[in-house]
């Protein structure tokens, strides 16, 4: 078997990734596709279809889509938190993929890219060393580990089997394009070479199928092995993880993809007929056209204000076609359930403005099905990065449960002022303890993004302490970098504050 072959799942979802690829890509890759997203009537001349092509109008509902569901996703920036901050301080998430893209950059691109597809895959690497070296050169020389994205057009194949009574991944091949520099430093001759991840008598290895071309033969492969060491260890697994799930499902963007192109259609239809209907058409009858007898051709009849026009029969009739019937009646009409069909199947921001205002329960109530499709989405994509992030720290020598949360709360309503006020009823009343009106005070989004309780209910006492405005902005700057602040020691920052008088520490005589 070659290196080349295609997953079936890959081959029965690779036409549906390249719709929705189109469709992102806009305008230009929609008309350049020809028939194949806009049919040509039959006994319609080239230059007819480019016409009626180009009064097409390709509205990009989807992208839109795309672009404001992404947004909402990333309206909080993700929630990264461990037990030990080694890992957060540790550099690696500032340059999490050895090309200077930190953490939040990378989740954002990969996860835009994911969308389309509803598939890619996160490669944990280690950059290849000359030799051994000790730790500290490693850290200099920026050997560490990396992450690596993956689309859904690069992972072409791949396969599981249980192993340790766990079904893994057994090998995965990658295509990648590369540019061939050969003679000319400046030409850019992308070529494809194939990644191949596997464990072969238990061990991980990758290896690298780089074409060797020859004119008028098949393409041939030279095989790299590339063994990858860890610590000194090999690996009995592939530090590959498939996102959102284990194998390509349908994308989630594909059916309003079809949408979107079937109102592309419709919009020909439309606009050449518009366009048809609306240029004045002359029409004569009663009048035989004059020939003339040296080059044989007919009289040509002008149409115009400059013209004036006389026919020697008493018959003759001139006028103008004019437009009639519900023809482009009909037109509009199947161009309005498109946008219809598009808000049905998941765009809220394609919907028009309703008449009457809703209210807060009733929009909640409307948001609910695209919401829990789009959490259960961000929730899926959140253990699949947290996965590879922890085998980075385990490949550091990181003892830590980090984790990685895309936002999945989309509710972007105002907190209720009831709901709030009888919050605050409550806690006053001492009948609501404090995490829970925490908890609610987080999830209304009236607490800072970050704020951990610890630093809430710290908040809360300094006011008691006496301490003052500033020095409060201080000990939450301090607690909100990661710094810990014990009140009860007075820390030399915060050494001038009064203490109140107690039992534990009455006033000096004077």
């Known amino acids: 078997m070659s290196v080349t072959n295609l997953h079936p799942l890959y081959a029965k979802r690779v036409s549906q990734w390249k719709v929705i ?61 461990e037990k030990n901050d080694e890992l957060l301080h540790s550099g690696i998430f500032d340059n999490i993929d050895r090309r200077g893209t930190n953490l939040y950059q990378f989740l954002s691109d990969s996860v835009y890219d994911i969308m389309q597809t509803s598939f890619g895959g996160f490669l944990v690497d280690y950059p290849r060393a000359d030799g051994p070296m000790t730790l500290e050169d490693a850290e200099k020389n920026g050997i560490r580990p990396y992450l690596r994205y993956y689309p859904a057009e690069s992972i072409i194949n791949w396969g599981y089997k249980v192993i340790n009574g766990v079904e893994q991944l057994a090998y ?27 464990c072969r008598e238990g061990f991980y290895m990758q290896r690298i199928f780089s074409p060797i071309t020859e004119e ?49 259609m419709k919009s020909a239809d439309y606009e050449n007929g518009v366009h048809l209907t609306t240029i004045p058409t002359g029409y004569v009858t009663g009048h035989r ?50 946008l219809a069909d598009m808000a049905i199947l998941g765009s809220r921001l394609l919907a028009s403005e309703k008449g009457v205002s809703e209210s807060a329960d009733s929009a909640k109530i409307h948001r609910a099905g695209e919401n829990a499709r789009l959490a259960t989405f961000a929730k899926n994509v959140s253990e699949k990065i947290t996965r590879a992030i922890r085998i980075i720290a385990e490949w550091q020598n990181m003892n830590t449960s980090v984790t990685v ?25 001492e009948k609501l303890p404090l995490p829970a009106l925490y908890w609610n005070l987080k999830n209304g989004e009236y607490l800072p993004q970050g704020m951990s309780f610890d630093t809430f209910a710290i908040m809360l006492d300094l006011e008691k302490l006496g301490y003052s405005p ?9 607690l909100m970098n990661g710094d810990e602040i014990n009140l009860k020691e007075q820390p030399d920052m915060f050494k001038n504050k009064p203490v109140e008088d107690t039992e534990d520490n009455p006033p000096e005589e004077e």
């Not at 000194?232 to 499902?249: C, H, N, Q």
């Open 172 to 198: 995965v091949v990658l295509a990648e394009e590369i540019e061939d520099m050969g003679i000319d430093d400046f030409a850019h001759k992308p070529i494809t070479q194939y990644r191949v991840l596997d």
């Open 289 to 338: 056209q004059d020939v003339d007898p040296e080059t044989g051709e007919k009289e040509v009849i002008h149409l115009g204000g400059d013209s004036f026009l006389m026919f020697p029969e008493e018959n003759a009739k001139v006028g103008t076609l004019v437009f009639s019937g519900a023809g482009l009646t009909h037109s509009e009409t199947a161009l309005n359930q498109s």
């Open 21 to 81: 690829r189109d469709c992102v890509e806009g305008e230009d890759a929609i008309k350049d596709a020809g028939e194949a997203y806009l049919p040509k009537a039959k006994g319609t001349t080239p230059m007819q279809y480019e016409a009626y092509k180009r009064r097409a109008r390709w509205n990009n509902y989807l992208a839109q889509n795309l672009d404001g569901l992404h947004g909402l996703i990333f309206r909080r920036n993700p929630i990264i938190s």
């Open 405 to 429: 949360e895309l936002c999945t709360d989309y509710d972007t309503l105002a907190f209720d002022p009831n709901a709030l006020n009888a919050l605050s009823n409550l806690s006053t009343n």
């Open 216 to 264: 008028g033969k098949e393409t041939e492969f030279g095989v790299t092995d590339i063994p990858v060491m860890v610590n000194g260890k090999a690996l009995d697994y592939i530090p590959f993880v498939m996102a959102p799930s284990r194998v390509p499902e349908k994308p989630m963007f594909y059916d309003l993809a079809k949408c979107n192109i079937g109102h592309y």
């Open 470 to 478: 500033m020095d409060q902005a201080k000990i939450y700057k301090a």
